[in-house]
């Protein structure tokens, strides 16, 4: 089943109880009372979801309790859990690598071991396309080795934070990459991904930029999109020059689309199916974002397309940066 035809995500709320004959613990599961309330309709008593604005009738819930009855829970916390600290235990390994004294690279690619273990299957994955904004314009302005220095710092700590929420790279672009979170579980790893666009932007902007300024160098602005669907992981290139393990799909490309079209700087965009499997917390903090007007695009079944963006207040000046000298 192709993810544009699953069923839309259901979030619950669940409550650790005591279990009275001390044999193990019993849980409460409710929705969650923070998007859902009961609500009565035509004499029923219906379920409302307050985010899509409809109401859930009673064979969606029987069908949600048998799918948990029958689907152990796929657990996958990021490695990282709160992104403030990890941001500010960075800070001495980032100013170490932009002042040149970076250990030698292990050339090791695991990424695509990875993905070769997917060879030849269709896979859904969230794909994330990050872009420093205008970085052209840092060759023209610093020196070389300076430059080339900021850009190794950047994509390290990026990747270095995508694998810490279960993700991989699929290439870098330069001044960029794009990476991806596969399957099993595609709300989970909705969640995660969304989890690490927010923290590789708190990285930019609280933690790099003060240590360029703080070597006179001028800071950077990031921008993220970011799509959901399947894809094919085949094998591309020639053994002539370069065989490559790839993932092939419009899911991409659209992801590259966004953040080239439509994400501002500092905004990480998301297509409304990816919008839709993420947890209440993650919707709530999503704003609709305007298209271009030549934008050609439909969502899966057609209807137009919607792209929503979020805007972490760390991108904003105001906001306190982390102490570049701790």
């Not at 669940?14 to 998007?35: C, F, H, N």
């Not at 035509?42 to 009673?58: A, I, N, S, Y």
């Not at 990890?86 to 695509?112: E, F």
């Not at 799509?227 to 370069?242: H, P, Q």
Request: charged content about 25%; proline content about 7%; aromatic content about 8%.
């Amino acid at each position: 089943m192709s993810i544009r035809d699953r069923r839309r995500r259901f979030d619950f709320f669940s409550r650790l109880i005591d279990d009275p004959d001390g044999d193990g613990y019993l849980v409460e599961v409710i929705p969650d009372p923070s998007r859902y309330e009961w609500r009565e309709r035509g004499g029923e008593r219906l379920l409302f979801d307050r985010l899509d604005k409809c109401f859930l009738p009673p064979e969606f819930l029987h069908q949600v309790a048998e799918y948990a009855a029958s689907h152990p829970p796929h657990m996958e916390p990021p490695d990282i859990l709160d992104a403030a600290e990890y941001t500010r235990s960075r800070v001495a390994l980032i100013r170490d690598r932009l002042d040149g004294k970076a250990p030698s690279p292990d050339l090791s690619d695991k990424s695509a071991a990875f993905l070769d273990r997917l060879r030849d299957r269709d896979t859904g994955f969230v794909i994330a396309s990050v872009d420093l904004v205008a970085s052209t314009s840092l060759w023209r302005t610093i020196d070389r080795d300076t430059c080339i220095r900021v850009l190794q710092t950047t994509q390290h700590e990026f990747a270095e934070a995508v694998a810490r929420f279960h993700g991989h790279v699929l290439k870098y672009t330069g001044d960029g990459l794009i990476a991806y979170f596969a399957e099993p579980t595609i709300t989970a790893k909705s969640d995660l991904a969304i989890d690490c666009a927010l923290t590789l932007h708190r990285l930019m902007y609280t933690t790099i930029n003060p240590l360029l300024r703080d070597r006179g160098l001028p800071a950077l602005a990031i921008r993220t999109g970011m799509d959901v669907d399947e894809a094919r992981v085949t094998v591309t290139g020639s053994a002539a020059t370069k065989l490559q393990v790839d993932i092939l799909g419009e899911v991409v490309n659209l992801a590259t689309k966004i953040q080239q079209q439509v994400a501002a700087p500092g905004d990480i965009c998301v297509r409304a199916a990816l919008e839709r499997n993420l947890h209440t917390h993650w919707r709530k903090l999503c704003h609709p974002s305007e298209l271009p007007t030549d934008w050609p695009h439909t969502d899966f079944d057609g209807s137009p397309y919607r792209v929503f963006a979020f805007t972490p207040a760390w991108t904003k000046p105001h906001v306190p940066e982390v102490d570049s000298s701790s």
